[in-house]
């Protein structure tokens, strides 16, 4: 989480910075990270630190939802920026999303996000998410199917 921290910190602080003085007031607040950003602003939290405790609150945030695509997504994403090559992808993803997102965004400005395609593909081809909801038989004399004449030995296991 540190290491995603020095990555994501200063672009979370650029977004604190920019709603503090108002220049995103007239966007709407639809996104997790703008809500959690508000909602310090509101509660007068410490400013010290601010963006890494707003980044640790998305992300558990994320991890509440358990929902697969966010899940995902947020777990591809802190990886990238917990990796070695970390600043140079950040840059890359952040260079074609601005040239994307100059215009309203919909399905075919999300679609021209290739290298976010290929980012979030590989970093999940290489890093498995979650083994969740993965049950193995451990019966010790494995198991028997009378009717259908199926044996699952405890070796397969």
Same mark, same amino acid.
């Given at each position: 989480m540190s290491r995603a921290l020095k990555i994501l910190g200063p672009h979370?602080?650029?977004?604190? %910075?920019?709603?503090?003085n108002g220049i995103l007031k007239d966007l709407p607040r639809d996104d $997790?990270?703008? /809500?959690?950003?508000?909602?310090?602003?509101?509660?007068?939290?410490?400013? @010290?630190?601010?963006? &890494? *405790? %707003?980044?640790?609150? *998305? @992300?558990?945030?994320? @991890?509440?939802?358990?929902?697969? !695509?966010?899940?995902?997504?947020?777990?591809?994403?802190?990886? *990238?920026?917990?990796? &070695?090559? #970390? !600043? =140079?992808? /950040? =840059?890359?993803?952040?260079?074609?999303?601005?040239? $994307?997102?100059?215009?309203? $965004? &919909? =399905? !075919? #400005?999300?679609?021209?996000?290739? $290298?976010?395609?290929? *980012?979030?593909?590989?970093?999940?081809?290489?890093?498995?998410?979650?083994?969740? @909801?993965? /049950?193995?038989?451990?019966?010790?004399?494995?198991? !028997?199917i009378e009717d259908r004449i199926f044996i699952y030995p405890r070796a397969?296991?």
């Open positions: 979370i602080e650029k977004r604190i %910075i920019a709603i503090e $997790v990270l703008t /809500w959690h950003i508000h909602e310090a602003l509101r509660k007068k939290e410490p400013r @010290f630190e601010m963006a &890494d *405790v %707003i980044a640790c609150r *998305v @992300f558990a945030a994320m @991890f509440a939802a358990m929902e697969s !695509t966010t899940l995902a997504m947020t777990y591809a994403l802190f990886n *990238v920026c917990a990796s &070695d090559f #970390s !600043t =140079q992808v /950040w =840059q890359a993803l952040e260079e074609k999303a601005l040239g $994307v997102f100059l215009t309203n $965004v &919909d =399905q !075919t #400005s999300l679609n021209d996000l290739h $290298v976010a395609d290929i *980012v979030i593909k590989e970093t999940l081809r290489l890093n498995t998410a979650i083994k969740a @909801f993965s /049950w193995r038989l451990c019966m010790k004399d494995g198991l !028997t397969l296991t």
